[in-house]
């Protein structure tokens, strides 16, 4: 299952759909160097054997090639010398290839992150959001399916289990990547000429006391296929480093550019709708803190929770009680002041029958005292307000993740404009023709239109853009005498300017492009160009705003209505 997530082979053969391509760049590159760490471990177990060959022939044959015992087949010999002879790593450098390739390749096949349910199924609920929202169905307008979607999106901005799976994957391939780095690179210094053995496994190729002298014919192949693997090896180190360090959140580095995009959204009160921390110090200090309380503090907490229920410890209906009591204590207490109070007063008449004129004055001046000391306690019982748990920093949700995963597969810009439909901000749809910027040049009878922000959204897409030349408007005017096609201004490239005749209606048909793509339609748009511009320049000199001829069109057609109707009349 890991290796048709990454390589995405149903979705290659048209069997899978309904899926994302969860795998970017970089898990590709993953597992693709992981797969030629294996090849190039068959290829030398291959070459080599299953053990490794070794020549032995006498000392003498090292200074002279005339001694008759040189020409004679010391196999037997060299076999007796191979366990004295041959080092650890000339014996199992081959072995050593293999066993990195399967654990490189084997961790794939852990369901950490790769091959996960749980972790399909988020991506899965995210596109069936996705799919509904770009499609337009007609499902969307309605209102329980829209609580539906929050619910959902309420799960993605809240968990973090993503972030966790993945960080705790490339950690581990990163740990496997620097082991097998290390003994391989430990393992081609000795197979060196350079006289470097750190761990002293090199021997002197001698046998039977100095008698025979050996040689291992592989060694150079060895050495050149240990300094391929370890380049290999680094380059998979360094692609497993930025992956885990995708995993801290950090906005706008590592890939996590869409954090800086989604702390920049605020609701319509103008306060933030995510919570995203920004302080690369704060992040990595979480980050740390979350780390350690994974290793120190959840064993332990996890033994606690095993403990009580092996033991079936529960709370008890002591317990319960207490708490019920405990959020009804204070209308307790003001019960307890009325029975008090109502038994002063029941005293105080009883004790009316000995000298009654004094006990009456006394009677009266003690009882509005004990009468209106609760009232003074009540009163100094201000409300105190209920504490709220802060919004908790969500660098580290599942629906960031999803999203700068699928950033690297999906164009940004759509990712932005689905933002604006899952949440109450202002999309590219609602920008309109600005008529009081928009303007006719009465020198060379050119309309430039220009059109309103959209907001956000719009200052998003062009900082995505800044590198392409931002947004753009295409359009045309359909008029009298056909499509007429826009020219670029030099102050602004989002005014189009077209050269119209005086006296003609047009209608002006626009959409917002980006990439080369059309990323939103706007509204059509009609005017109709005035007959005689002369009273309109004196007011407002060369260049006439487009919303003198809406005005004046307007009032001509709201004229020829009058005037038809008491013709009718």
């Not at 008529?435 to 009878?445: C, E, P």
Request: aromatic letters at 10%; glycine letters at 8%; a neutral charge.
């Amino acid at each position: 299952m890991a290796f048709l997530d990454i390589l995405n082979i149903p979705g290659l053969l048209g069997t899978d759909l309904h899926s994302f391509k969860r795998a970017n760049i970089y898990d590709k590159i993953d597992l693709g160097l992981a797969g030629v760490v294996g090849i190039i471990g068959v290829v030398v177990l291959i070459l080599n054997g299953f053990s490794t060959p070794i020549t032995c022939v006498p000392t003498s044959c090292e200074s002279s090639n005339t001694n008759p015992n040189c020409a004679l087949d010391w196999t037997y010999q060299s076999g007796l010398c191979k366990g004295e002879v041959q080092s650890f790593p000339d014996a199992s450098f081959h072995y050593l290839l293999v066993i990195f390739a399967l654990l490189l390749v084997g961790l794939l096949t852990v369901p950490i992150y790769w091959g996960s349910n749980a972790s399909k199924e988020l991506f899965d609920n995210f596109y069936y959001i996705w799919a509904k929202l770009k499609n337009g169905d007609e499902e969307c307008k309605d209102v329980e399916w829209k609580r539906r979607m929050h619910f959902v999106l309420d799960q993605l901005k809240s968990g973090n289990s993503l972030t966790t799976r993945y960080a705790l994957y490339h950690g581990v391939a990163l740990v496997l990547d620097l082991v097998a780095l290390v003994v391989v690179g430990l393992y081609t210094l000795n197979f060196t000429d350079l006289g470097l053995d750190p761990l002293g496994l090199a021997t002197d190729g001698s046998c039977s006391n100095g008698a025979f002298t050996c040689n291992i014919p592989n060694r150079n192949l060895f050495k050149w296929f240990g300094v391929l693997t370890s380049l290999v090896l680094v380059g998979k180190a360094i692609v497993n480093l930025k992956c885990l360090l995708f995993s801290l959140g950090l906005p706008g580095l590592f890939g996590r550019n869409f954090l800086i995009y989604a702390n920049q959204l605020n609701d319509n009160s103008g306060e933030g709708i995510y919570n995203i921390q920004t302080n690369p110090i704060m992040v990595l200090l979480h980050t740390l803190l979350v780390v350690l309380k994974l290793i120190f503090i959840a064993p332990i907490q996890w033994l606690v929770a095993f403990c009580k229920f092996y033991a079936r410890k529960t709370d008890g209906p002591k317990e319960i009680i207490k708490r019920l009591s405990a959020t009804n204590i204070r209308a307790e207490q003001k019960e307890t002041k009325k029975v008090e109070k109502e038994a002063k007063a029941l005293e105080t008449e009883a004790s009316g029958d000995d000298d009654a004129a004094v006990k009456k004055g006394d009677a009266k001046k003690e009882k509005p005292k004990e009468i209106e000391k609760p009232k003074e306690e009540e009163k100094k019982e201000e409300p105190v307000s209920t504490p709220l748990v802060a919004r908790p920093a969500q660098n580290w949700s599942d629906l960031f993740f999803i999203i700068d995963i699928l950033s690297y597969n999906i164009d940004q810009c759509d990712l932005i404009l689905f933002m604006t439909k899952i949440n109450p901000v202002p999309g590219l749809e609602n920008k309109k023709v600005n008529v009081d910027i928009s303007y006719l040049d009465t020198s060379n009878n050119t309309m430039v239109v220009s059109h309103t922000d959209a907001g956000v959204i719009e200052s998003l897409l062009d900082t995505e853009l800044a590198t392409e030349g931002g947004l753009q408007i295409v359009g045309w005017l359909e008029g009298p005498t056909g499509i007429m096609w826009s020219q670029r201004t030099k102050d602004s490239p989002k005014n189009l300017a077209f050269a119209v005749s005086l006296g003609s209606t047009y209608e002006l048909v626009s959409a917002v492009y980006g990439r080369g793509r059309m990323l939103a339609r706007l509204q059509n748009f009609t005017f109709q160009c005035p007959q005689d511009t002369k009273k309109q320049m004196k007011k407002y000199g060369q260049n006439i705003p487009l919303s003198a001829f809406i005005s004046q069109s307007l009032f001509q057609k709201f004229s020829s209505d009058q005037g038809s109707q008491q013709k009718n009349e």
